[in-house]
């Protein structure tokens, strides 16, 4: 079966684990916005997304080419600040419908931000988000960054592929 890795990201770390993915399995990577693919030549999908604002980034790429993708088989990787938990889970109900969700399975990877790289109204939507935080680590990263990139955390993605009749 012939499978593909489509990502969403803006900063470079949501691609940086789709090229890891790409690496390992030998699967052709595609940035979503590059509309160079044909989503017709693969059975198996790897989606990886960014959240951005508690929202997946790729949420209307989905919404758009749902009929072409909903009778595959899909993978989706969420790259946040955020680690795993009820928060981001929210976040990722509120961004695709439940039908969606039902037809992929879901790994939570944590990205990276470096306040020096962000456009100025980035850094200014992280600093409102910091003030309106309770939560200090969370308040912490979103005004100084962080860097969680570690190339062994795709390997539960690369097992649920081997998993995969
Ligand atoms: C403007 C902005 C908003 C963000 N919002 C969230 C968020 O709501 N929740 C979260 O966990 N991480 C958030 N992050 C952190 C990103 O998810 C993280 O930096 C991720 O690695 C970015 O992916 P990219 O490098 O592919 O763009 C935000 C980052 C930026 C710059």
């Known amino acids: 079966m012939n499978g593909a890795i489509l990502y969403s990201g803006k900063y470079g770390s949501t691609a ?9 399995t030998g699967w052709a990577v595609f940035d979503v916005n590059d509309a160079n693919y044909d989503l017709s030549e693969y059975d198996r999908l790897i989606l990886g997304s960014s959240v951005m604002i508690f929202k997946l980034s790729i949420r209307n790429w989905v919404k ?3 009929a ?3 009778n595959k088989s ?4 969420t790259v946040s600040g955020a680690a795993a938990g009820a928060k981001l889970d929210g976040w990722i109900a509120d961004s695709l419908t439940e039908s969606m969700l039902l037809k992929m399975q879901h790994v939570a990877l944590r990205g990276r931000q470096h ?8 850094r200014i939507i992280l600093r409102i988000g910091a003030w309106k935080n309770d939560d200090p680590e969370a308040k912490k990263q979103e ?9 062994s955390s795709v390997d539960p993605i690369l097992k649920l592929i081997q998993q995969q009749p």
Request: aromatic letters at 22%; glycine letters at 6%; a negative charge.
């Open 16 to 24: 940086q684990y789709a090229h890891w993915i790409g690496e390992a």
């Open 64 to 66: 758009t080419h749902w």
């Open 68 to 70: 072409s993708i909903e």
């Open 74 to 77: 899909i993978i989706l990787f």
């Open 115 to 122: 306040p020096k790289e962000l456009s100025w109204w980035d």
């Open 143 to 151: 005004l100084e960054g962080f860097d969680f990139m570690d190339k």
